[in-house]
């Protein structure tokens, strides 16, 4: 099983999936997210899925479960880079995937968890 690996920039951890994730690679991801979070003090999370061209709904819904864990350790969480396909399967699946920050790239994504940590007090 193929490890996705997670950069660490300041306060923020960049998440970059670059191959389709099975459900085990999705769980371990989930794992060693939710370490490198408390471990490296992560206020922000990035998961950028620009080469992801397939999800199914365990995905989808890991996504979600993967943001919603972070919030509670106090981290924001952001994807960015999702493909009009990937938008769309998720609407057919009824995966709003509620709570979900999205960008278009990780451009983006920076300046909106820049916004959003601003914003917190």
Same mark, same amino acid.
């Given at each position: 099983?193929?490890?996705?690996?997670?950069?660490?920039?300041? =306060?923020?951890?960049?998440?970059?999936?670059?191959?389709?994730?099975? =459900?085990?690679?999705?769980?371990?991801?989930?794992? =060693?997210?939710? #370490?490198?979070?408390?471990?490296?003090?992560?206020?922000?999370?990035?998961? #950028?899925?620009?080469?992801?061209?397939?999800?199914?709904?365990?995905?989808?819904?890991?996504?979600?479960?993967?943001?919603?864990?972070?919030?509670?350790? #106090?981290?924001?969480?952001?994807?960015?880079?999702?493909?009009?396909?990937?938008?769309?399967?998720?609407?057919?699946?009824?995966?709003?995937?509620?709570?979900?920050?999205?960008?278009?790239?990780?451009?983006?994504?920076?300046?909106?968890? #820049?916004?959003?940590?601003?914003?917190?007090?």
């Amino acid at each position: 099983m193929q490890r996705v690996p997670i950069l660490k920039l300041g =306060d923020v951890l960049i998440v970059s999936i670059q191959v389709d994730l099975e =459900d085990q690679g999705v769980l371990a991801l989930q794992e =060693d997210l939710a #370490d490198a979070v408390v471990k490296n003090g992560a206020k922000g999370v990035i998961i #950028d899925i620009t080469a992801v061209e397939i999800v199914d709904s365990f995905i989808g819904r890991m996504l979600a479960t993967i943001a919603s864990m972070c919030s509670m350790l #106090d981290a924001q969480t952001v994807v960015v880079g999702m493909r009009p396909a990937v938008a769309i399967t998720l609407v057919e699946l009824g995966l709003s995937l509620g709570g979900v920050r999205t960008a278009l790239n990780l451009e983006k994504g920076v300046a909106l968890l #820049d916004h959003i940590r601003s914003a917190t007090p």
